[in-house]
Structures are given as structure tokens and as C-alpha cells.
């Protein structure tokens, strides 16, 4: 069975940074790629960030250049390290990956962000 759990998620003051990780299992991670999405209440759920198996990685406009999604094969682990935090960053932040026979999405429990004064 697939599974990804994430952690890392808290209360942090606007400005300030978070690194979230999602620890994965029941793939071969290293052939997997990679993503982060969040879901603000009342809104849409959007993608954050990507990574492919090889390293390439994608933002949205929102994010970049404040937010670093990497991988760490040997641990079976993504991170998204969050800098500049904002309060519209706030939102449940789920990790993600497709089914490379299947064809089908997993996705974490997802981890908690609150950015506030």
C-alpha cells in the first residue's frame, strides 16, 4: 500500500519559515515524482510546488522564490521549505504522488499551516 504522511506543519508569524516533510512508502520512491499542493478553506486545492524523479522542479507564481521543494532519495522523503511565510500561505499542505502503473493519485493526511500575528 501506498503511503504518505507529512509533518512539519504549525503557527508560525508572518515572515518567518517552516519546512515541511512527507515521508513515503509502499513506492520506489526514487522513480516517483513529487508534489506539494495545500487547500485554504472555501478555495480550491492548488499545486505549490513539484519535483520530478530527476530533480526538476516547478512553483507557482505565488511561491517562487520563497519556497524550495527538494527530495531526499536515500530517506524515501520530500521537503518544502517555506520562507517569507505569508497569512494567505495558510492552508493544510498535502503531499502527493501518481501511480506510475495505476495511474491513480495518493495523498497524505496533510500537515496544518497557520500564518498569524
Known amino acids: 500500500q501506498v503511503h504518505l504522511v507529512e509533518s512539519g506543519g504549525g503557527l508560525v508569524q508572518p515572515g518567518g519559515s517552516l519546512r515541511l516533510s512527507c515521508a513515503a512508502s509502499?513506492?520506489?520512491?526514487?522513480?516517483?515524482?513529487m508534489g506539494w499542493y495545500r487547500q485554504a478553506p472555501g478555495k480550491q486545492r492548488e499545486l505549490v510546488a513539484h519535483?520530478?524523479?530527476?530533480?526538476?522542479?516547478n512553483y507557482a507564481n505565488s511561491v517562487k522564490g520563497r519556497f524550495t521543494i527538494s527530495r531526499d532519495n536515500a530517506k524515501n522523503t520530500v521537503y518544502l521549505q517555506m520562507n517569507s511565510l505569508k497569512p494567505e500561505d495558510t492552508a493544510v499542505y498535502f503531499c502527493?504522488?501518481?501511480?506510475?502503473?495505476?495511474?491513480?493519485?495518493?495523498w497524505g493526511q496533510g500537515t496544518q499551516v497557520t500564518v498569524s500575528s
Open positions: 502527493n504522488t501518481r501511480g506510475i502503473i495505476t495511474n491513480g493519485d495518493y
Open positions: 509502499g513506492i520506489i520512491f526514487s522513480r516517483n515524482n
Open positions: 519535483i520530478t524523479n530527476g530533480g526538476s522542479t
